[in-house]
């Protein structure tokens, strides 16, 4: 059966990606997506599997970072 639509929050927070001085994209994001994307990010083209979210990245090279116990244990 189809559901019918339905009206979704605004999002908080309206970011722009300019590149060249030229919009590309507009993005609507919650208070923690803006805070990622508005904190200077760098973006590296990498392949499927060479990095996972809260891995270091350090003089080019992805790595488990070494005080990761701390986190698994809580």
Known sequence: ??????????????????????????????GQQAAQYLSDPKFIQISYGDAEVGWEYNNGKFSFPENAENYLKN
């Open 1 to 30: 059966e189809l559901e019918k639509p339905f009206a979704r929050p605004i999002s908080p927070f309206t970011v722009a990606m300019v590149i060249d001085g030229t919009v590309y994209q507009i993005f609507n994001l919650d």
